[in-house]
């Protein structure tokens, strides 16, 4: 059974850093396309990065690009989300999740097989 689990939210600042980790278990890692979502208060769940199995694709919504950056490490069945420039609207509750294909290029929720409990981040203004 897939199980996958998320640590690093928390409370911080704008204009600060968060680093996000999701490890994996019950699952072959390399061969799954790795995604983040979030889910803002008051909004839809929504899509924030994706990763293929070996890093060298990934895919990040408008919003967030330039200032989050998805990695993997497979070898510790870990994926990643370095967040800086944090700003008030990326407070969320984020998730982690996994689709069974080393690239599946899609942002939707309904796409993904597997999800993790979520963690929450909040920015304070």
């Known amino acids: 059974q897939v199980q996958l689990v998320e640590s690093g939210g928390g409370l911080v600042q704008a204009g600060g850093s968060l680093r996000l980790s999701c490890a994996a278990s019950?699952?072959?890692?390399?061969?799954?396309?790795m995604g983040w979502f979030r889910h803002p208060p008051g909004n839809e769940r929504e899509f924030v990065a994706a990763?293929?199995?070996?890093?060298?694709?990934?895919k990040y919504a408008d919003s967030v690009l330039g200032r989050f950056t998805i990695s993997r490490n497979n070898a510790k069945a870990t994926v990643y989300l370095q967040m800086i420039s944090l700003k008030p609207a990326d407070t969320a509750v984020y998730y982690c999740?996994?689709?069974?294909?080393?690239?599946?290029?899609?942002?939707?929720?309904?796409?993904?097989?597997?999800w993790g409990p979520g963690t929450q981040v909040t920015i304070s203004s």
């Open positions: 999740a996994a689709r069974r294909s080393t690239w599946y290029n899609s942002r939707r929720v309904e796409d993904y097989d597997s």
């Open positions: 019950g699952l072959t890692f390399s061969t799954y396309t």
């Open positions: 990763i293929s199995w070996n890093g060298d694709i990934t």
